[in-house]
């Protein structure tokens, strides 16, 4: 069966600090693909990266980077020198040949200034 | 504009009326999605359509009837809800269904629905 957990429901920092989001996934498939989204205020929920289960490199996207550890099955997400504009509830999403993807309970980011 | 509409953006029906969401792209993509989104809960998936044929329902009760009339449409429409029933419900597309290849969902922006 396929799960993702966030464990972390609510996340607050200041505005500047770092942050990481958790994700921890669980399948039985060799071959799998992990996302994350973003779902602002306003309510869509827009995709920030795919990755797959053969390419462990991490990724940085501007302040924006993911560590991919399939030894902890674990695909985490961290901001950098965060924003106002960073808050919003973020999905880890796995997908392993299956009809739909799975996602996790979201985590509640919220940036203070 | 994220390349799927969803209307309308805010609905409040009581419990004997009948309405529906509708959901439109013109991405190209062959598979539509509904997901609900109530507070605190996670994502459900309630159905999934490809290429008009219905591939996926989720055990959702039967208040909830969808309709896929063509790729680029799809309807949800709703009947004697319940007040549980008050979410955000989402529609979603990709170019294919998950199985026959890795796509990234596009999503609408979602329906806030209120059942009184």
């Known amino acids: 069966a396929q799960k993702v957990t966030q464990a972390q429901t609510e996340i607050s920092v200041v505005e500047k600090e770092d942050v990481t989001l958790d994700c921890v996934y669980e399948?039985?498939?060799?071959?799998?693909?992990l996302f994350w989204y973003k779902q602002p205020p306003s309510g869509e929920l827009v995709f920030l990266i795919r990755r797959n289960s053969f390419d462990e490199q991490n990724e940085i996207s501007g302040r924006y980077s993911w560590n991919f550890q399939k030894s902890t099955s674990s695909f985490n997400f961290t901001i950098t020198a965060s924003q106002v504009v960073d808050s919003a509830v973020y999905f880890c999403a796995l997908n392993s040949g299956a009809q739909k993807l799975v996602f996790g309970q979201g985590t509640r980011l919220t940036i203070n200034p | 504009e994220t390349g799927v509409t969803q209307t309308p953006r805010h609905l409040v029906m009581g419990m004997t009326n009948k309405k529906s969401l509708k959901c439109e792209q013109h991405l190209g993509h062959n598979a539509m999605y509904w997901y609900k989104q109530s507070a605190k809960k996670p994502l459900e998936l309630m159905f999934v359509y490809s290429l008009e044929e219905r591939v996926e329902n989720n055990s959702v009760p039967s208040r909830f009837s969808p309709e896929c009339p063509n790729s680029s449409h799809l309807f949800l429409h709703l009947h004697t809800l319940q007040p549980e029933d008050s979410a955000l419900y989402l529609c979603?597309?990709?170019?294919?269904?998950?199985?026959?290849?890795?796509?990234?969902?596009?999503f609408g922006s979602g329906t806030r629905l209120t059942v009184v």
């Open positions: 399948t039985r498939d060799t071959t799998y693909y």
């Open positions: 979603a597309s990709s170019q294919d269904l998950p199985s026959r290849g890795v796509y990234g969902y596009t």
